[in-house]
């Protein structure tokens, strides 16, 4: 006892002296972060000159160049490419839809779901049947369902505060829908768009076939559209009118393309072998230009080297952004670097994802120990003066969580998540929607985390 | 000791009981504003069917009638109008101004500054000449600045996490940049626009000349305009090219009119006498429609009643939520219910205000003595996983400080503050830059600190 009071008075001006450094570094990288527009305008070429980048496009090689011209003006230590091979899924035409009840027959918005087969010219239409729930449709006598449109309508619940909470729940339906719906012999899949938004915007996404089983092509309707289909198809049950869906889609899946992830970092002074990771992914789907999924990502990893380089922070570790390719329909650029990563006998002290949007920072979710994660919660006062209010055990993000297996700390950076699902993989995912100074608390917040890992941990 | 241990140990299983009774009040609020629309389309017919309602004008009393009827329709204790004769500026024709330089002339987007007198028809055409702050004014010669059009060139600083802290360090050249140039023998004032954003929307707000001063014609300018104008004076220093600037405004203060504040309460059901009040404004300014500034905190504040009559959550105190007139252009309505309040002897307790836009709630700024915000700090935990996580001692509210005096707790809400001034007075403060959830939380929070103050304080 006596000796830790010792230590304690030993060590207390020392660690106030450190401590008000620590502040110093930090408020500098408020200050530049908040001041500078380059990642801005960074985010600003990639959205609107180069615009939506779907892995395996023209425009996606686009931002791989453009990313690492941009890194290499930085004056980093090392800036290189991982060649990574991956899908080429092409929306092709755009879709056609109507609801058709009896004569009436009305114009829908729909988007083929990422990676979907196409119904091609000749569109598929059949009768619909409503679905709440995977359990649900498991009680429905079989031909019932054979030969129908089956319509998953399972809406984000609004009541969760963390719209990624309500993304969760009701995600699995369009990730999954397709491939479940075929086993009832269903002809095609129609699911409600995953936005807490009421609007006439489809949301498109992911989906996963069961491999080796027949593909069902699968649309998103807007929650509008997807409120008006299960009105009528409640009257129907009243007036016994049929309600029938056409859609028709032009999508594809085309050989596999040669693509890149793009690295860029700063050498450790002391332990250079230590690697701390931030990243984003350079992939987005077609609709949008994907400003805030995950332009903002991007331009945040990128901003942080500049931030240490610019402000003179020298790091103990290996600092390194990673710009992943395909994290939208494949997760190739992800499962390449971990791959790699474990080959080349690299050690991740730490990997932080940004793909939650360019909003106000809210804190970071941990997926760690639980020693780690209090040691991490520590750092928490020096960030609170700038909204960084909840650094928390949870989840990380989908491009650094291959790494798990090599004992990385993973984070999440966790921005407000209210607006997030007004844009999400639809087409009013746009620049215009990025205030410049959430994206710069942003990259500031993660700077300064990785300032204090780098320093502390 | 002994008796404090017993003390604890006796009350501990009801307190817990308690808590969780309070835990599922909160979640019944925030289940009922995240899910219920009623408050966002009050505030849809407010922006998009009434518009913009400066103090004085026919839309400022239809906003009158409109929440007076939704208010009655609550099935509320009492709802009453409160007569306050109110100033009545309008803008006239749309400005018009332009930059001259030699023969080379740029038009500039401007817009009068709110109670500014007009130049009329004729315009003020004069050399610019750029000023940072009244104390570097103070030391100009005055012949230089006689004849002149001073130009307040200070930029809200963008280092500030908070966006008010910025306005509040700015904001005294708009409000009194004219009263001082006078002194000085200009002949016109521009004011760079109290925005953080980079744009071309020029941004009104209220100024105020000396009493019995003459009155000098003052315009804001937007950011990028003042940015061009600032760059061709330093141009100007090394070409010996005069910088001139014209503008032309037709705004007039027009007699008093006849307004209202409208109420609502609930009465408590044990201390009825004892009022917590929450409120917001309900005039906006004319450029746009007024959606965050104030509309988001008038139908907060409307929503605060529908929660409690909704979730039948019957209040020991008597809860008001008051709609202020005239909060933009000369506070009448905030300084009549404060004197009314007095003149009838009634006791406020705590008075809450939402006038810092419907954006994701992050806490509250308490202006009490220290040992009432340390009691009110202790609700936050039940607040905590809603995302309110600063409740501080701080600043409140224009319309709710004249209560001061009478003893009040004044309680200012705070929402993110990042994108309040993209919209603040400018013609872009519109419905669709409101967020549903983001204004639900709002309400939500607002909603659940009455509750807890209600029952504890």
Redesign the interface.
């Known amino acids: 006892m006596l000796k830790k009071i010792i230590l304690t008075l030993l060590f207390c001006p020392i660690f106030a002296f450190a401590q008000q450094k620590d502040e110093e570094i930090i408020r500098k990288i408020?200050?530049d972060a908040?001041?500078s527009r380059a990642s801005y305008q960074w985010l600003e070429y990639l959205s609107n000159t180069i615009g939506s980048r779907l892995s395996g496009t023209p425009a996606a090689e686009k931002a791989v160049i453009f990313t690492k011209k941009m890194l290499d003006s930085l004056g980093l230590d090392r800036v290189f490419l991982q060649e990574v091979m991956v899908p080429h899924w092409v929306r092709g035409k755009k879709e056609n839809a109507k609801m058709l009840i009896g004569k009436e027959k009305t114009v829908m918005n729909v988007c083929a779901l990422g990676n979907s087969v196409a119904t091609g010219a000749k569109g598929v239409r059949a009768e619909v049947i409503e679905i709440q729930s995977f359990e649900e449709m498991a009680l429905i006598p079989k031909e019932k369902l054979n030969g129908k449109i089956v319509f998953y309508n399972v809406a984000m619940d609004?009541?969760h505060?963390s719209?990624f909470t309500a993304y969760g729940l009701s995600g699995k339906y369009r990730r999954k829908g397709a491939a479940e719906a075929i086993k009832y012999g269903a002809v095609g899949v129609i699911v409600r768009s995953l936005t807490?938004?009421l609007d006439d915007y489809p949301h498109t996404g992911s989906i996963l076939y069961d491999e080796g089983s027949k593909a069902l092509p699968a649309v998103a309707i807007s929650t509008i559209g997807a409120n008006l289909l299960s009105k009528k198809l409640k009257e129907s049950e009243k007036t016994g009118k049929k309600v029938e869906f056409y859609f028709e889609t032009f999508c594809e899946m085309l050989p596999d393309v040669l693509s890149h992830n793009v690295i860029g970092e700063i050498k450790g002074s002391e332990k250079p072998e230590e690697i701390i990771l931030v990243g984003g992914h350079l992939d987005s789907w077609d609709l949008g230009d994907g400003s805030h999924d995950d332009g903002a990502g991007v331009v945040q990893s990128m901003e942080v080297l500049r931030l240490f380089k610019k402000n003179n922070i020298k790091p103990k570790r290996t600092i390194r952004a990673v710009l992943f390719m395909n994290e939208e329909n494949g997760l190739r650029g992800g499962n390449k670097y971990a791959e790699l990563a474990k080959k080349l006998n690299e050690k991740h002290l730490v990997a932080i994802e940004s793909d939650a949007g360019g909003f106000?920072p809210?804190g970071f979710d941990i997926d760690a120990d639980d020693d780690k994660i209090e040691k991490i919660k520590k750092y928490q006062p020096l960030l609170a003066?700038?909204?960084i209010?909840?650094i928390k055990k949870g989840g990380s993000g989908a491009d650094i969580a291959p790494l798990k297996p090599q004992n990385v700390i993973l984070i999440g950076f966790r921005p407000?998540s209210?607006?997030y699902f007004?844009y999400h993989h639809t087409s009013t995912d746009t620049f215009d929607k990025v205030?410049?100074?959430?994206l710069a608390?942003g990259s500031a917040g993660i700077a300064s985390l990785v300032f204090l890992l780098d320093k502390y941990l």
């Not at 205030?435 to 959430?438: C, H, V």
């Open positions: 408020y200050d908040l001041t609004d009541k505060v719209t807490t938004a106000t809210r003066q700038y909204g209010e909840q407000d209210q607006r007004d205030n410049i100074r959430e608390l």
